[in-house]
């Protein structure tokens, strides 16, 4: 096949077939903070030579890809004589007569060739690290070895900028840096290690603003309104929320929008602001509705319908509205994945607090039970284990005298509290 012999030399060296290598170019296209748009066809048309200079993007994803420039890849600007054909495999055979001469020379004295330039497949392999960070999360959900593992993840990306390295990579290793702290940052909320938490935030939070990456900011500024409400900072919480909502991706893209309005809802709330509160969730339904499909991190994977409806049934449980606030619940455990174990059981104890308040305490501990049946076989969130002690406050405020209360006690309140 004629067409670009020398991109065709390069794929069969790297083992790549026209899906792979797109699947790859869409990785550091991604990694640059583009969206990944290559397909087969878009390699196909590079391949036979229809394409023949592609998108500044492309051409620089393709350069870390392989390794080399543009020309090496046999792509030219318009104007410019294409380079003759050539036999891919006649070129392979070349170049491994060629490395086989080099290697028969004499020796000469070994050098220290380690890399000392940091780059975009640096950048992409620390990433991986944070989605396997996640996974562990959503398993076991906040704990000390999470905290460990993530700032050593952050420590790795700061320690590269002693490197050689472009100002884009350098700001991207600070995004990076950025999002391993606030997912220790994230941890420490889960397991209600609240002064840890603090000094991730404030940490992270000068990465994300060294890094200029409005992800990274948004998500700090995400766990800050989080950790506010677990402080009872309130108006801190409702400005963490908004801050959240001025950053650039919130505007760009209507699911970290939607995301955004859901907090400052949630934190409205606290205030015992009614309508700023159901203003907002309204806001977050609107633009959740707008929200494609397009790739983002792997942190944000867990929002989406179901988590706003879970967040609206907390915003209705503190406004009081007990009974939308069931409903609520109802509808974020009909569409929560069952791999999100500890999310759906902090709904379901949401959903029991909202069955207590409105007289019916059976079903309400009954409901409690599915939530020790979800987390069995590991340790209780520090989160999870305050949201159960607050059950149990409005158990014994509402319905102390009652054998379902004590019985209730007598089961539980020992596994809950020992954790």
Request: aromatic residues 6%; glycine residues 8%.
């Amino acid at each position: 096949m004629e067409g670009n012999s020398r991109l065709q030399a390069h794929m069969i060296e790297h083992a790549f077939k026209q899906g792979s290598l797109a699947e790859r170019v869409n990785e550091e296209l991604m990694a640059a903070g583009y969206r990944g748009t290559v397909g087969d066809r878009t390699v196909r048309n590079w391949v036979t030579g229809k394409s023949r200079w592609p998108h500044q993007r492309r051409r620089d994803a393709l350069t870390a890809v392989f390794g080399c420039t543009p020309a090496c890849l046999g792509f030219y600007p318009p104007g410019m004589a294409a380079p003759p054909y050539e036999d891919p495999e006649v070129m392979l055979r070349r170049r491994f007569c060629t490395a086989a001469f080099a290697l028969a020379a004499p020796a000469l004295p070994a050098v220290d060739t380690r890399p000392t330039a940091v780059g975009t497949s640096d950048v992409i392999r620390l990433r991986g690290g944070l989605d396997r960070l996640t996974l562990l999360d959503q398993k076991q959900g906040g704990h000390a070895a999470l905290e460990r593992a993530a700032l050593a993840g952050a420590a790795e990306a700061i320690g590269m900028q002693d490197r050689s390295a472009s100002q884009t990579i350098r700001q991207r290793l600070f995004g990076v840096a950025a999002a391993y702290t606030t997912a220790a940052a994230w941890s420490c909320i889960d397991a209600r290690r609240l002064d840890h938490a603090e000094q991730h935030v404030n940490e992270a939070l000068r990465l994300a603003g060294l890094s200029q990456d409005s992800v990274a900011l948004m998500r700090v500024w995400n766990s800050t309104s989080i950790l506010a409400h677990q402080l009872g900072r309130h108006a801190e919480s409702v400005a963490a929320a908004q801050a959240a909502q001025s950053c650039t991706i919130t505007r760009r893209d209507p699911l970290f929008g939607s995301l955004a309005h859901a907090r400052a809802a949630v934190a409205h709330a606290d205030q015992g602001d009614r309508q700023a509160a159901i203003r907002s969730i309204g806001y977050a339904e609107e633009a959740l509705e707008r929200a494609d499909t397009r790739p983002r991190p792997a942190w944000v994977a867990f929002y989406g319908p179901a988590e706003l409806y879970a967040l609206t049934g907390i915003v209705r449980r503190r406004l009081g509205q007990h009974a939308e606030a069931e409903t609520a619940s109802h509808h974020a455990l009909a569409m929560l994945p069952a791999t999100y174990r500890r999310n759906r059981a902090m709904t379901v104890v949401d959903l029991a607090v909202a069955q207590l308040h409105q007289g019916d305490v059976e079903q309400a501990c009954a409901t409690t039970e599915i939530a020790f049946t979800l987390m069995s076989g590991g340790p209780l969130p520090g989160r999870l284990r305050v949201l159960l002690g607050d059950f149990y406050r409005d158990l014994l405020t509402l319905a102390s005298t009652t054998t379902v209360a004590r019985e209730w006690a007598d089961r539980y309140r020992s596994e809950w509290s020992s954790a």
